[in-house]
C-alpha cells in the first residue's frame, strides 16, 4: 500500500510570528468566472485534498498578514483580504477549529479592519465589490462565533451606512447592486443564527440599528431599511412588534401604507405587502397611534387607485375594530369635513367587523359632559351623519334588536343637545 506522505501541521493562523514572504508580488485583481471543478476531482485521494487546503489556508493566512502590516490598502489588496478571511474560516469550519480560528481573529481585530473598510467605501458610488465580500466576510466570522456581540452592533451599523446612503439603484451597477444587497441578507441572517444570546435579543439589536435609517431626511434610506426590516420578519417568522417603541411600530405602518400609495417597483411594493400583512395580524401590537393612521388614511383617500383604496379602507376596518373610540373621535371630530372624512364614517359604520364596536363607542360619547359642550360647528359631520335614520339602517344591519332610541344632536344655543328621537 502506498504510504500517505507527511504533511504539515494545520492551522496555520495558529503558527506564531510573521509568515515569512515566500508569495511572489500580487498581481492586480480581476474577477474571473467561476469554473467547474473536473468530473474525476472526488477519485483525488484524501491526503491531497487535506494538502491542497492547507496550501490555501496557508495563502489566505500570508495575505491576511501583508494587508494588516500595509500602510496603504490598495483595492485588490482589500479584495484578497476579505476572501481570505471567508476562506479561512470555510477550512476552520469544515475541520473542527472555530475556537482556534476566533481567538486568531480577535487577536488580529479582523472584524474592526473589515468595519474600517466599509466606513472607507465612498459613498457617492458602486464599483467595486468591496462592500459585497465584507459582507461576506462578516457573515463568515459571525458562523465562527469569531465577533462579539458589541462588533455585530457597529459592524451592522456600518454596513447599513456603506449600502443605504448609496444614489438610488438607477444610478448604480444595477447587478453589483443586486448582489450586494443579498449579501446583507446573508450576512443579517447569519448574525441572527450564530451566537448564544437569544435570537429576540439579536433581532432587538439588529432592528434598534435599522430604525436609525426609517427616520433618515432621504427617501431612499428610508426605502432601503425598510425593506431589510420587512426580509428580517420573513426569516425569522416571528412577531417584532413588542421589541420596538410604539413611536417605531408607528413609523413603520406609515411607512409600508405610504409605499402601497406610490407607484413602485415590484420588489418595493411586495416588502411593503408583507409587513401590512405582519401588521393587520397583530393589530393591538401595531395600530396604537390611532389618530395618526387614520389621518394618513384621510389623505391619501383620493387617491384614484381602487386597490389603494381598498387597502386603506382594510386598515381603517381593522383599526376601527380594535381602537373604536381613537377611531370614532379622529373621524367624527379632528378631521376636516369632506368627502373624504364622509367615505371613512360610512366604511366604518356599513362594516360588519366595525360597526358594533364603533356604534357602542357612538352611544357612550354622546352622554359624556366633554362631548357635549363642543360647540356644534365643530360637530357638522356627526349633525348631518348620525340621524336617526342612519343609526336605524346601522343597527339593522349589525346585530342590536331592538332598535333603541338614540339620542339625536340638534343645536341648542350653539352646544350639542341631547334629545330623544320618536320613530320615524
Given at each position: 500500500m502506498e504510504e500517505r506522505p507527511p504533511s504539515r501541521p494545520r492551522v496555520?493562523?495558529?503558527?506564531?510570528?510573521?509568515?515569512?514572504?515566500?508569495?511572489?508580488?500580487?498581481?492586480?485583481?480581476?474577477?474571473?468566472?467561476?469554473?467547474?471543478?473536473?468530473?474525476?476531482?472526488?477519485?483525488?485521494?484524501?491526503?491531497?485534498?487535506?494538502?491542497?487546503?492547507?496550501?490555501?489556508?496557508?495563502?489566505?493566512?500570508?495575505?491576511?498578514?501583508?494587508?494588516?502590516?500595509?500602510?496603504?490598502?490598495?483595492?485588490?489588496?482589500?479584495m484578497l483580504f476579505l476572501e481570505s478571511i471567508c476562506s479561512i474560516c470555510r477550512i476552520?469550519?469544515?475541520?473542527?477549529?472555530?475556537?482556534?480560528?476566533?481567538?486568531?481573529?480577535?487577536?488580529?481585530?479582523?472584524?474592526?479592519?473589515?468595519?474600517?473598510?466599509?466606513?472607507?467605501?465612498?459613498?457617492?458610488?458602486?464599483?467595486?465589490?468591496?462592500?459585497?465580500?465584507?459582507?461576506l466576510a462578516i457573515a463568515a466570522l459571525s458562523e465562527m462565533k469569531a465577533i462579539s456581540e458589541e462588533e455585530i452592533i457597529r459592524l451592522s451599523h456600518a454596513c447599513f451606512k456603506a449600502i443605504f446612503c448609496l444614489p438610488p439603484k438607477e444610478d448604480l451597477n444595477i447587478c453589483l447592486y443586486n448582489q450586494t444587497m443579498r449579501a446583507m441578507e446573508k450576512m443579517l441572517q447569519s448574525l441572527l443564527?450564530?451566537?448564544?444570546?437569544?435570537?429576540?435579543?439579536?433581532?432587538?439589536?439588529?432592528?434598534?440599528?435599522?430604525?436609525?435609517?426609517?427616520?433618515?431626511?432621504?427617501?431612499?434610506?428610508?426605502?432601503?431599511?425598510?425593506?431589510?426590516?420587512?426580509?428580517?420578519?420573513?426569516?425569522?417568522?416571528?412577531?417584532?412588534?413588542?421589541?420596538?417603541?410604539?413611536?417605531?411600530?408607528?413609523?413603520?405602518?406609515?411607512?409600508?401604507?405610504?409605499?402601497?400609495?406610490?407607484?413602485?417597483?415590484?420588489?418595493?411594493?411586495?416588502?411593503?405587502?408583507?409587513?401590512l400583512d405582519m401588521v393587520l395580524s397583530q393589530p393591538s401590537d401595531w395600530l396604537m397611534d390611532a389618530p395618526v393612521i387614520v389621518r394618513f388614511i384621510h389623505r391619501h383617500l383620493k387617491s384614484n387607485s381602487t386597490s389603494i383604496q381598498e387597502t386603506l379602507f382594510s386598515v381603517l376596518e381593522v383599526l376601527a375594530y380594535e381602537f373604536p373610540r381613537d377611531v370614532l373621535m379622529s373621524v367624527l371630530i379632528h378631521l376636516p369635513q369632506n368627502d373624504s372624512t364622509m367615505d371613512m364614517w360610512k366604511n366604518i359604520i356599513y362594516c360588519t367587523q366595525s360597526s358594533e364596536s364603533i356604534l357602542e363607542e357612538l352611544c357612550t360619547v354622546l352622554?359624556?359632559?366633554?362631548?357635549?359642550?363642543?360647540?356644534?360647528?365643530?360637530?357638522?359631520l356627526?349633525?348631518?351623519?348620525?340621524?336617526?335614520?342612519?343609526?336605524?339602517?346601522?343597527?339593522?344591519?349589525?346585530?342590536?334588536?331592538?332598535?333603541?332610541?338614540?339620542?339625536?344632536?340638534?343645536?341648542?344655543?350653539?352646544?350639542?343637545?341631547?334629545?330623544?328621537?320618536?320613530?320615524?
Open positions: 496555520a493562523w495558529g503558527e506564531s510570528g510573521a509568515p515569512q514572504e515566500s508569495r511572489p508580488p500580487l498581481e492586480p485583481y480581476e474577477v474571473t468566472e467561476v469554473q467547474s471543478l473536473h468530473s474525476d476531482a472526488d477519485c483525488l485521494p484524501l491526503y491531497a485534498e487535506e494538502e491542497n487546503e492547507d496550501t490555501e489556508e496557508k495563502e489566505a493566512v500570508d495575505i491576511i498578514e501583508r494587508f494588516l502590516r500595509s500602510t496603504e490598502k490598495e483595492e485588490m489588496l482589500k476552520s469550519k469544515k475541520n473542527g477549529l472555530c475556537e482556534s480560528l476566533a481567538i486568531f481573529c480577535r487577536e488580529r481585530n479582523l472584524a474592526e479592519e473589515v468595519k474600517e473598510l466599509l466606513e472607507n467605501e465612498p459613498m457617492d458610488q458602486l464599483r467595486t465589490a468591496v462592500r459585497y465580500q465584507a459582507m443564527v450564530s451566537h448564544h444570546t437569544s435570537n429576540r435579543d439579536k433581532l432587538q439589536n439588529i432592528l434598534e440599528v435599522l430604525l436609525l435609517y426609517t427616520s433618515s431626511q432621504t427617501k431612499t434610506v428610508r426605502e432601503r431599511a425598510m425593506e431589510q426590516i420587512s426580509k428580517l420578519y420573513c426569516f425569522c417568522q416571528e412577531p417584532f412588534g413588542k421589541l420596538l417603541q410604539p413611536s417605531q411600530r408607528t413609523d413603520i405602518v406609515l411607512m409600508a401604507l405610504e409605499k402601497t400609495t406610490e407607484d413602485c417597483a415590484v420588489e418595493d411594493s411586495e416588502w411593503s405587502e408583507i409587513l352622554v359624556e359632559e366633554e362631548i357635549c359642550g363642543i360647540p356644534i360647528e365643530e360637530l357638522d356627526l349633525r348631518l351623519t348620525v340621524s336617526y335614520q342612519t343609526m336605524h339602517c346601522a343597527f339593522i344591519q349589525g346585530s342590536f334588536s331592538p332598535v333603541p332610541c338614540f339620542p339625536c344632536l340638534a343645536p341648542q344655543n350653539g352646544k350639542l343637545g341631547k334629545v330623544g328621537v320618536e320613530p320615524g
